[in-house]
């Protein structure tokens, strides 16, 4: 079992940067291809990006492309979403999830097996 906790959400206005923090615990983090998700109020939930067990690849939802970048540090088993350039449309409850040993694509469809309960990032215009 995989336990999944985000931090670093919050209010912030357009433009500006936030870094979301998930951590796992439970047992070892290796081999587990780890994804960020949002859900804007009213709408389903939506893939943002993910990043292999390896580290060597990641993949980005085109809506965040170059404006956000994801990254994990295994000797703090932590998964971490930089986001800047900020925009009101990027206003969501994020859940980090992991899958073990899932593809990219396979990862962005949701198809994960543990997921942490949010935190919500709100960006005023």
């Known amino acids: 079992q995989v336990q999944l906790v985000e931090s670093g959400g919050g209010l912030v206005q357009a433009g500006d940067s936030l870094r979301l923090s998930c951590a796992a615990s439970?047992?070892?983090?290796?081999?587990?291809?780890m994804g960020w998700f949002r859900q804007a109020p009213g709408k389903e939930r939506e893939f943002v990006a993910a990043?292999?067990?390896?580290?060597?690849?990641?993949y980005y939802a085109d809506s965040v492309k170059g404006r956000f970048t994801i990254s994990r540090v295994y000797t703090k088993n932590t998964v971490y979403l930089q986001m800047n350039s900020l925009k009101p449309e990027d206003t969501a409850v994020y859940y980090c999830?992991?899958?073990?040993?899932?593809?990219?694509?396979?990862?962005?469809?949701?198809?994960?097996?543990?997921w942490g309960k949010g935190t919500l990032v709100t960006v005023s215009s």
């Open positions: 999830a992991g899958a073990l040993f899932s593809s990219l694509p396979t990862a962005a469809k949701g198809a994960m097996d543990y």
């Open positions: 439970g047992r070892t983090f290796s081999g587990y291809t």
């Open positions: 990043i292999m067990w390896t580290s060597a690849n990641t």
